[in-house]
């Protein structure tokens, strides 16, 4: 789902290189938890997967086809996101002008899914996310744990092979962080995705298949 | 991915109501006013040519005198109508009279009832029943239904047309049926006409139509060398062609200020939208990592521009059409221009012209959101999630210090060109290089907001200011754009408000002076166009009169060239010797050779027909060629198509009847009232008008002032415009540092000081705005009074900085934007800290 070859990354305007020939793989079902010191580049590496920052060297494969994300052009980056790839971040970025309901949408109507189908798979994700009946409200009006688990539910609707968590839980009180984790590796084994997820949480690192470690090194 | 763009687009509207429906209004504005200006004078153009056929016909071509005294011989009009090419001539006599002692005079149309069934079916009479016996056209004229009306008149009644000294006494004998409402007209034989009121052996015109198969062209090519000198011969279709020149340069600068509106509303849209990229670059971000293309980030900010574009168009396309309808119905079809009089024409859209428009105002709004969505289509992902808008592309190429030499020099040659412009001569005769210029001085305008912005912030923030002006000052120093944005809009509105106001206030000021120099007698008296009568005269000459001293003139029109209205012939009691004091010239007075005939031109004539002092000038006079010495050019602002003074002694001299129908009269001193009794007789009696000069004046300025009154209105929109766009931009970047503020506030800012800083920024803006569009309006108000102006309307005048308006304006705009930022500074104050602090990171 995810193999990553020689890869390197350095900033526009740094002198050196934020990591170098990393390599890696992350097989489907397989839930992979990425740990490592505060900057040591966590964030940069799953850009550079979700082709949101351009890699310098290596190559990414990503999804079912193995595209080479680093190969791609702009447009043919935001469809491969659009068809393979969900997104959690640590700050929960959810559109606040669209209902819930809408928001999750968002990832069919971008992967083209057969706008009949839309209704059903987005009430039976909110009742699996816990989240029943809360389709027509506004964003505004949900707690931060709601909201984390509408982007978990948006980042699975479209059914991705390969899920990318940057730091899911880091804003979320132990309880709910270990809830929404719990819900989070659930569904991704549920759908037989490949997910990534960075943390820092040694708990959460535990519940993952496979831990890497990132250091200015490279991967241990 | 229809539902997603309208979902955003919807959502985008909800949230910025009052931005949205503003740019909306500025297009529909722009819209409403270039439609209506295009409806109204379609429908004047084509009220005026059908006007024009209902009384002329539809000839092939006409015959007449090039000078409004002169006739055409009847032995021509039988030797065209011989002419195996001509299918028939309708002789023609057109005359004006008065019925009774009405104070206006009609237009009396003496046509061969035979000829004209043919040439002019419009004209034809019908015989009242109630008006015993006789064949048509036996006895009596024949009237519109409109005067009919007009004077309350019925077939049957007796009526006595007077022109001058001549009284016909006659009777109504019917009507004319297809005559159109506007027609206020009598016809009657052209043999009873010619009887009473002349021309002995000749007609006013002969309307030709032509035989089959002969092509016009060949035709009056054939017969233009057989001429005698003072006739010519012209396809009908030159009026046609006359009609629309006459008003095309008042058109096109309508047309101008329309576009400006179009432009305005484009810029807000363009700040709308800019800021809207802006305030939502996380979500734009978001959409991008959940799969939305670059492209379609591009498309949908123009889909959102075009979102406002597209009913703001069709708003504007209504407004134009009860702007038209409401125009019409209170002005008339010259939208004040004073080229068409009569009745309210008929307003008809028609579906191309229509869409037309509609297309201008979503391209108006599609411009404004160009820029907007390219930046949202450069952000770059990652960092827009991390931190928010990034106001320029990521920097590559150039070195700074390099590209500001760069962008010097890119305005050094703007300037130039703009300069350069303004020396270039009318083309087709409209001011193109002249708007072209003024585009110029305004991009130059915008173009000086960021450095201006750069240099005066630059060195603010040297400055020990206090902590939260220190903090606001290099926010802008960081982050110029929403500054630079806000200043440009302000630089427009208020370089095209100081423009409009200088052009009108120099025209004013230029129409005032003139009126002092061609009112220079207290009284004045005129018959429209119908001789005076020879007993008031008569009565003047006696020493009895009141009257110190009376200065007679008569007015005649040459045709000059077919394309072009006529020019008139004023013809003044004036000595050669005494023409300097008389007459508002504009450069020296030349002495003519004592032999030669001196005549004195008009400026608007010496710019047409490209004239000058000294030269000397063929004039169609009196059925003949007569050349004569131009001894100077005198400012004249009420007749755009050209003015020619001769003497009257001159006029006589050359064979002319000098029949005056205007007097300027200078009562003894102390005789003021008895001279306007001694008058009111004969004005009664004659159906004369008086007025006294301040009168005169009064009102010249005030249909100056009525004309300009459209001006007041658009100045008004635009510095609103202006203002808005400084309030939306001001709040937008407000709403950027929501959480820079927050934090302030956090670390123990309280909100006064937080609105004094925001306060400051919006004065400071305000203060460079306002300045850099002082420095271009006034620019832009000297190309409009010294290359438009005098391109379009042919007549020139001195610039007039109306210091004592632009100031306090500027003034005002200025307490109006510190009370926009105001605006903006309560919006930040409003932010809850705690959330804002919270959901950002
Ligand atoms: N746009 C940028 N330009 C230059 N350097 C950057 C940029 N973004 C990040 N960096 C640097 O790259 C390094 C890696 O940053 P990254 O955000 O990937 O760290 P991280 O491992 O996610 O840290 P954290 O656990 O604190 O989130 C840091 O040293 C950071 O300073
Ligand atoms: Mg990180």
Redesign the pocket.
């Known amino acids: 789902m995810l193999t990553i070859t020689s890869l390197s990354k350095r ?4 002198v050196q290189a ?1 990591f170098s020939g990393l390599s890696f793989s992350v097989q489907a079902g397989e839930v992979v938890a990425l740990v ?10 799953l850009n550079c997967i979700a082709g949101l920052e351009p890699a310098d060297e290596g190559s990414i494969l990503v999804g079912r086809q193995a595209q080479d994300i680093v190969r791609l052009g702009e447009a043919a980056r935001a469809a491969l996101r659009a068809s393979s790839i969900g997104f959690v971040f640590q700050a929960f970025h959810v559109l606040p002008t669209l209902s819930v309901a809408q928001n999750i949408a968002v990832p069919l109507l971008l992967a083209g899914v057969a706008a009949g189908e839309h209704a059903a798979r987005i009430e039976a994700l909110l009742a699996r996310v816990g989240l029943a009946g809360f389709g027509p409200r506004w964003p505004a009006s949900l707690s931060g744990g709601e909201l984390q688990r509408v982007a978990i539910a948006r980042a699975l609707v479209h059914r991705p092979a390969l899920i990318l968590a ?2 899911p839980t880091g804003n979320l009180d132990p309880r709910t962080a270990d809830e929404i984790l719990a819900l989070l590796l659930e569904r991704v084994r549920e759908q037989h995705a490949a997910a990534l997820i ?1 943390t ?1 949480s040694q708990h959460v690192a535990q519940c993952c298949d496979r831990v890497l470690t ?1 250091t200015p090194e490279g991967l241990q | 991915m229809i539902r997603l763009a309208w979902w955003l687009v919807r959502a985008q509207f909800t949230t910025r109501r009052m931005a949205t429906a503003l740019s909306m209004l500025a297009i529909a504005l722009g819209v409403a006013l270039g439609y209506a200006i295009h409806l109204i004078n379609a429908a004047a153009l084509a009220d005026f040519s059908q006007a024009m056929k209902s009384v002329q016909g539809e000839p092939d071509a006409v015959i007449a005198p090039r000078d409004s005294a002169g006739q055409v011989p009847l032995a021509l009009i039988n030797e065209i109508a011989r002419d195996a090419d001509v299918a028939i001539i309708a002789p023609v006599i057109e005359t004006r009279v008065r019925i009774d002692n009405a104070t206006m005079a009609v237009k009396l149309i003496g046509l061969d009832v035979f000829s004209a069934a043919a040439v002019t079916p419009k004209l034809l009479p019908r015989q009242s029943d109630r008006v015993a016996g006789g064949s048509v056209f036996e006895d009596g004229v024949y009237a519109s239904p409109t005067l009919l009306a007009r004077f309350k008149l019925a077939p049957g009644d007796a009526v006595t047309l007077v022109r001058g000294d001549t009284h016909w006494r006659t009777r109504i004998a019917g009507d004319l049926p297809a005559a159109r409402p506007d027609d206020l007209l009598l016809v009657a034989d052209i043999a009873w006409v010619q009887a009473r009121f002349g021309p002995a052996g000749g007609v006013s015109e002969g309307r030709v139509r032509l035989a089959s198969g002969v092509r016009v062209g060949n035709w009056l090519g054939a017969w233009a060398g057989r001429l005698p000198a003072g006739l010519a011969l012209r396809a009908a279709e030159d009026d046609s062609a006359r009609v629309s020149n006459v008003s095309r340069a008042y058109r096109v600068n309508l047309n101008v200020l329309a576009l400006v509106a179009l432009l305005t509303g484009a810029f807000l849209v363009f700040a709308t939208q800019l800021t809207a990229v802006a305030q939502r670059s996380t979500q734009f971000a978001l959409l991008g990592v959940l799969g939305l293309s670059p492209r379609l980030r591009l498309w949908q900010v123009l889909l959102e521009g075009l979102a406002i574009g597209v009913p703001g168009a069709g708003l504007g396309l209504v407004l134009g059409y009860v702007m038209s309808l409401a125009f019409t119905q209170v002005i008339g079809g010259d939208l004040g221009g004073g080229y068409f009089s009569g009745s309210a024409p008929a307003i008809l859209p028609r579906p191309a012209p229509a869409l037309g428009f509609f297309a201008l105002g979503c391209a108006a709004s599609l411009t404004g959101a160009l820029y907007p969505a390219w930046l949202n289509r450069i952000q770059p992902l ?2 827009a999630l991390k931190t928010g808008f990034a106001q320029s592309p990521p920097s590559g190429g150039a070195a700074p210090r390099r590209r500001r030499w760069l962008k010097g020099a890119a305005m050094a040659l703007v300037a130039l060109a703009a300069i350069g412009l303004t020396r270039l001569p009318a083309l087709f005769d409209l001011p193109l290089a002249g708007y072209a210029a003024i585009a110029l001085v305004l991009v130059l305008g915008i173009g000086a907001a960021p450095p201006v912005t750069q240099i005066v912030f630059g060195a603010l923030a040297r400055l020990r200011l206090p902590a939260p002006l220190r903090i606001a000052v290099q926010n802008i120093v960081q982050a110029p754009l929403m500054a630079q944005v806000a200043a440009s809009g302000l630089i427009v509105s208020f370089a095209l408000t100081v423009s409009m106001v200088t052009m009108v206030s120099s025209f004013r000021t230029a129409v005032d002076q003139w009126l002092d120099v061609v009112l220079p007698a207290p009284m004045y008296v005129r018959s429209k166009g119908v001789p005076l009568p020879r007993e008031l005269l008569g009565a003047l000459a006696q020493p009895a009169a009141p009257f110190e001293k009376v200065e007679r003139s008569a007015a005649v029109s040459l045709s000059l060239d077919p394309q072009r209205p006529a020019v008139a012939l004023l013809v003044r009691e004036l000595d050669r010797a005494e023409a300097a004091a008389r007459l508002p010239f504009t450069g020296a007075v030349l002495a003519a050779p004592a032999d030669r005939l001196v005549v004195w031109i008009s400026e608007p004539m010496q710019q047409l027909y490209r004239l000058a002092p000294g030269q000397s000038l063929r004039l169609p006079l009196l059925g003949r060629e007569v050349e004569a010495f131009i001894g100077g050019t005198w400012r004249d602002y009420a007749r755009q198509f050209g003015a020619v003074v001769i003497g009257a002694a001159d006029y006589v001299a050359l064979g002319g009847r000098f029949e005056p129908t205007d007097l300027a009269l200078w009562p003894r001193p102390g005789e003021e009232a008895a001279a306007r009794t001694w008058l009111a007789k004969f004005t009664a009696d004659y159906g004369l008008e008086m007025a006294e000069s301040g009168e005169i004046r009064k009102l010249s300025l005030s249909i100056f002032d009525k004309s300009f009154a459209v001006t007041y209105a658009l100045e008004a929109a635009a510095m609103l415009i202006g203002l808005f766009g400084l309030a939306v931009t001001l709040a937008a970047g407000v709403w950027l540092r929501a959480r820079e503020l927050a934090t302030l506030s956090a670390l123990g800012f309280d909100r006064a000081m937080l609105t004094r800083a925001v306060m400051f920024e919006g004065a400071m803006i305000a203060g460079i705005g306002l300045v850099i569009g002082l420095a271009c309006g006034v620019a832009v108000g000297a190309i409009l009074t010294h290359v438009v102006n005098p391109q379009a309307f042919h007549w020139r005048m001195k610039l007039e900085i109306p210091w004592l308006q632009v100031l306090p304006g500027a003034a005002l705009s200025l307490l109006a934007g510190i009370f926009a930022s105001r605006f903006a500074a309560r919006q930040a104050t409003r932010l809850p800290v705690a959330q804002v602090l919270a959901n950002a990171q």
Request: no cysteine; aromatic share 0%.
């Open positions: 900033h526009a305007n740094a934020v490592g010191e505060s900057g040591v580049g966590k964030s940069t590496l940057d730091e960075v820092h990132l | 990652a960092q």
